[in-house]
């Protein structure tokens, strides 16, 4: 089994970092867990051009000192592989860890748990 040290923001103010916390959890996977404290005000609500344009020159050196390569969080290094997104860490945590089932196994209702919108009841009128 791979070595596993998942780097966050507080897991008290960051959904985006608590996400692949409650993955590897629910898997049963033993991790190491590093919260790193970066200036949160550059941290940016996406990795686009804008939040990356924030995250320039002496931050990002900064940042990468507190174990992120392109400077946001969360960040899940297998053995010393990284992976950033949440999404992608679940994603991978689901592929290493089948077993944990994080994933529904019909196709549909995988897209749909990956999706944000759910209607609120079966009922629910679809367009």
């Known amino acids: ?6 780097v966050v923001i507080s897991l008290r103010y960051s959904s985006w970092s608590m996400r692949p916390f409650l ?9 190491e ?3 790193a404290t970066p200036d949160l005000a ?11 344009a924030k995250i320039a020159g002496e931050e990002l ?3 990468r000192k507190l174990g992120s390569v392109t400077g946001l969080f969360p960040v899940l290094y297998v053995d010393e592989t990284p992976i950033h997104e949440s999404l992608a860490i679940c994603e991978w945590v689901s592929d290493a860890f089948p077993e944990a089932q ?5 196709g549909i209702e995988r897209a749909r748990s990956r999706a944000r919108w759910r209607p609120a009841s079966p009922t629910c009128a679809r367009t």
């Open 1 to 6: 089994m791979p070595s596993l040290r998942l």
């Open 23 to 31: 993955a590897l959890k629910h898997a049963g996977v033993s991790f």
């Open 33 to 35: 867990l590093e919260t």
């Open 42 to 52: 550059k941290q940016g609500a996406a990795a686009d051009d804008a939040a990356m």
């Open 61 to 63: 050196s900064a940042r």
């Open 102 to 106: 994080l994933w529904p196994e019909s």
